[in-house]
């Protein structure tokens, strides 16, 4: 089955510290980073280790880190319908502090995609059957692709974030919405987690981090456990979730066995630094 994830390709500037600062304050980190991140990026490269036949379309600037970046791409064979546009590649600030993060994103080259390269790469590549989405590419151009695909009879997964109020028709467009819990208040303008997934039964996933994830199945609310792990870098986690999942449904699992695949790919990206570290521990696990 070929799958296609279209999303945002970011370096990521990493760095540990204790505590955040307060305003004003001026602390010591304990550690910095340069990564290859950016949600699509992340899903699509994650998506890759597990499945074959997976395409990637996004954007770089002409910068010094659009250029490693690509380079980074071609080792994975994942560069083919990567654009270049006149402007900065992409940059992600990724703050992490006792086991937490929180992240700052400037869009550069992935605000740049337009309609017109959403039909030329759904014309190159007509025979995608799963579109993996977020929304930190530019969000008009998301809704057309999402509308796109839809009349293509593609089955969209979209991973709503960052968090944006979306029109009731995407939500109805997409085969499965996952948010995590603080995108889902956002997007649904409530805190009862339940009564979303029971409204969208079967559509709605909601990740909750240590908590594990909330779906629907078997005519109720459930909770699939998330795995206890030593924690090292919780920034990949949900898109590594997405990868994982994703792949099940490409095998024709059930919700509850996709979603325990998303959590068991999840759990071993968390034990990285950074969204793509454990590429290669997933990658050798599938022989």
Same mark, same amino acid.
């Given at each position: ?12 500037? #990493?760095?540990?510290?204790?505590? !955040? ?17 950016? $949600? &699509? ?16 379309? &996004? ?6 880190? %659009? ?17 270049? $546009? ?18 700052? #994103?400037?869009? %550069? !080259? ?12 759904? $014309? ?23 509308? $796109? ?11 709503? !974030? ?74 990949? !986690? &949900?898109?590594?979730? #997405? ?45």
């Amino acid at each position: 089955m070929k799958i296609a994830v279209v999303g945002s390709i970011n370096t990521d500037l #990493v760095y540990t510290i204790d505590k !955040a600062p307060l305003k004003g304050e001026t602390l010591f980190g304990n550690d910095f980073r340069i990564l290859n991140g950016g $949600k &699509g990026a992340n899903q699509a490269v994650i998506l890759s280790a597990l499945e074959e036949n997976v395409l990637f379309f &996004g954007a770089l600037g002409k910068d010094v880190f %659009g250029k490693q970046y690509l380079n980074h791409l071609i080792s994975l064979e994942l560069n083919g319908n990567v654009l270049t $546009k006149e402007s900065n590649s992409g940059l992600a600030v990724i703050q992490l502090t006792n086991n937490d993060n929180s992240i700052v #994103v400037i869009k %550069g !080259a992935n605000d740049l995609i337009t309609k017109y390269d959403i039909d030329k790469f759904f $014309k190159e590549n007509p025979a995608i059957e799963i579109l993996v989405a977020q929304l930190e590419i530019n969000f008009d151009t998301s809704k057309y692709m999402i509308e $796109k695909a839809k009349k293509m009879g593609i089955k969209i997964i979209l991973n709503p !974030a960052p968090a944006l109020d979306l029109d009731e028709s995407i939500i109805e467009s997409v085969e499965f919405l996952i948010p995590n819990e603080t995108e889902a208040e956002v997007i649904f303008k409530t805190n009862d987690l339940e009564s979303i997934v029971n409204k969208y039964k079967g559509k709605v996933i909601i990740t909750q981090g240590e908590k594990g994830v909330m779906y629907y199945n078997d005519n109720m609310v459930k909770i699939e456990p998330s795995e206890k792990i030593s924690v090292v870098d919780t920034t990949g !986690a &949900g898109d590594s979730f #997405v990868a994982g999942f994703t792949s099940g449904i490409a095998n024709n699992m059930s919700i509850q066995d996709a979603i325990k695949k998303g959590i068991k790919t999840a759990s071993i990206t968390c034990k990285y630094l950074g969204a793509q570290t454990a590429y290669s521990v997933l990658k050798e696990m599938k022989k």
